[in-house]
């Protein structure tokens, strides 16, 4: 199902006032993904996709004042009370997400009384957990999920109480270039104005202006010369045969990016390093390594640190590394 990327879409629409009206008929659609969603994967207690899509989709009918079965509600409460939300910066985005959807619930009263209450409580739970996850950089989980912990902090009024709220501001805003994807600028663009996606549900269209007018971007400039990258393949896991499967130099020009560095390691002789990606609204992911697949239901992911064990905080097209630099794919269980 594609719940996630036609969420996204329909929040889209909905900020951008269309003047044509679309979203009928892309909202049963993405009420009948929902279903989908969960009905394929019953028997493992999840959503075939994952619990962020899951989120997205119950968020953007609520932000369209569309109602949503409480069964479907009571999946989201049950996976966060569980713990079952993700793993690391994932976890971050997941549960704000599904606070935000919580709290456009409440908010838009397209739920009883008694389950308000208990999604008030989750959403401001949730505020308090992010708080806590904060580093000393002032990051929650990482750079990309830090707009989403602003968006619950603005959506629930811990803005104003939070000490977490400024110091993720301050953070956020020294790390603005790492926002150049049409996806993550959506993430961060509202919390820069002080709001969130719940914001889009009262957006009165007719007042709204018709101001928008395309920017010319400039092409980023080429970086002359060459660079080398120290490429690291890492399985701790207990079946795999060893712990490193693959150390080598990759020469690239200046300007590559991490997945740069794994294509010209695919072309490198002899052709023994392969990987596989999957497009995501965010970027593509990487999802295979030497024939290793980084899978949800097996509780793994590819995790990219640089050495000696520092988590990227940038996906493989948006990350370029420095020459002389080590990169270490590692499968981790979360």
Known sequence: PHTGRLALYLLGLRAT??????????????????????????????????????????????????????????????????????????????????????????????????????????????????????????????????????????????????????????????????????????QVLPVLHGRSYLDFASTQCREEPDTLTPVDIEPPTEVPGNKTVQLVVECPLPWCYELRLYDRPVPVPAAASLVDVLRAAAALEPHDFKFHTQDTPQGPFLTQVLGLEARQEKRNYWQLLTAPNTPLQMGIADYRPQDGETLILRLSEW
Request: glycine fraction near 10%; charge should be neutral.
């Open 17 to 186: 006032c269309p003047p044509v009206s679309p979203q009928r008929s892309l909202v049963t659609w993405l009420k009948y993904y929902l279903e989908e969603d969960w009905t394929g994967s019953r028997r493992h207690g999840h959503p075939l996709t994952n619990y962020y899509q899951y989120g997205l989709g119950v968020l953007a009918l609520c932000v369209h004042h569309k109602r949503v079965r409480e069964e479907v509600i009571r999946r989201l409460l049950t996976a966060q009370h569980h713990g079952r939300l993700g793993h690391g910066g994932n976890a971050v985005d997941t549960e704000a997400v599904v606070a935000l959807a919580f709290t456009c619930l409440e908010r838009r009263r397209l739920v009883g009384t008694g389950l308000a209450a208990e999604l008030k409580a989750a959403a401001h739970g949730a505020s308090r957990s992010m708080a806590e996850a904060q580093g000393p950089d002032g990051i929650i989980g990482n750079i990309y999920s830090t707009p989403w912990a602003l968006q619950v902090f603005l959506a629930t009024g811990a803005c104003q109480t939070e000490p977490a709220f400024g110091q993720a501001m301050a953070a956020l805003l020294e790390n603005l270039e790492a926002f150049g994807t049409a996806a993550t600028m959506a």
